[in-house]
């Protein structure tokens, strides 16, 4: 059966008009759509924060559960239904402070479920305190001198909680957005995408230098696996490898060439390079990564847990609760 975003809308979105929240649901039911697993067989559960609101605006099977713990409650949905589509949504707040145990484990167990951060560096809900994910000396209602602080990268800790898969995308950037939601459906195992927006009433303006087309132009760089990692508006720049670290070159310029530029390998085990692309930014000379920046397939939890139960029961004497009642002696009360 075709679908379209209209089979996976569902009620009227309260969010504030601009926010980040408003363009990404849009590209989650654009994607549902094309990816074409039915309404019946998705499940979109999420923790406490504006962003977790998303459930309520979703025709599928949907869970706002408790602060921190979405991906808890969607492990447990993934392990007992294998053939459920689980997308969890959690901000900054939700998925990486109270919910940061379960982040990282979820990663670790590598469990087949589509995660997605939408990252705006505040907590927006409870009116504007500083996150996990703001920079130091950034001013707030719970920082008014400015946090002292370093914030959490989540590229940075999804990678040492041996993540297999990281994606990012700017919440504006609908295109984007829709592509790597479905290369994160098709990893087979647990896959993050960071989705970067604005809070338009706390922290407006967090991504401005990469919100617009042209920003993003001038200032990001969609990485694409198998193709050099070039960028700028005229794909005029480039990157290359220095010692252990990138630079940023200038094609055409001391000789360099299209054929000096590194290519992008987001199938490499080695995530050496991968995060070095995940970490760059432009306070330090270097361009945003945009893209589905690791895809690296494993073994995952859920059919691991399913597969050893499997092989467990084929062993015992009794499979259901009444053939166990029968291994032991049995009396007749007459």
């Known amino acids: 059966m075709n679908y379209t975003a209209n089979d996976f809308k569902k009620g009227q979105p309260r969010w504030c008009p601009g926010c980040g929240d408003h363009f990404f649901l849009a590209s989650l039911q654009k994607a549902m759509a094309e990816i074409g697993v039915p309404p019946y067989q998705t499940a979109v559960i999420s923790g406490i924060g504006c962003s977790s609101r998303l459930p309520y605006y979703v025709n599928t099977y949907a869970m706002q559960t408790i602060h921190g713990r979405a991906a808890a409650i969607a492990t447990g949905a993934k392990v007992v239904n294998p053939n459920l589509t689980v997308w969890q949504i959690s901000g900054d707040g939700d998925g990486l402070a109270i919910g940061g145990n379960h982040f990282i484990h979820a990663m670790r167990r590598n469990i087949n479920l589509n995660m997605i951060l939408l990252n705006n560096r505040i907590y927006g809900l409870t009116k504007g305190q500083y996150s996990p994910t703001s920079p130091r ?3 707030s209602k719970s920082s008014p ?10 590229a940075e800790l999804c990678f040492g909680a041996r993540g297999r898969f990281f994606a990012r995308s700017v919440a504006t950037d609908g295109p984007e957005t829709i592509a790597i939601l479905k290369a994160a459906h098709e990893h087979h195992g647990a896959s993050v995408c960071e989705i970067l927006q604005n809070c338009v ?4 303006g967090a991504y401005d230098s990469i919100y617009k087309k042209e920003g993003r132009a001038r200032n990001a760089i969609y990485v694409r696996h198998g193709q050099p990692l070039i960028f700028g508006e005229n794909n005029e720049y480039g990157l290359m490898q220095e ?18 530029i590194l290519v992008h390998d987001a199938h490499c085990e080695d995530n050496t390079l991968q995060l070095k692309l995940a970490m760059m930014d432009n306070e330090h000379g270097f361009p945003v990564a945009l893209g589905v920046i690791r895809d690296v397939e494993a073994p995952t939890y859920d059919e691991a847990v399913n597969e050893q139960i499997a092989e467990v029961s084929k062993q015992k004497k009794y499979h259901n609760f009444e053939e166990l009642l029968e291994t032991n002696d049995i009396w007749e009360v007459k």
């Open 201 to 204: 009433i706390f922290n407006n």
């Open 145 to 154: 001198y400015g946090t002292v602080e370093d914030p959490f990268r989540p």
């Open 137 to 139: 000396g950034f001013v």
């Open 243 to 260: 010692g252990f670290g990138l630079k940023v070159v200038k094609i055409g310029e001391n000789g360099i060439t299209v054929d000096d």
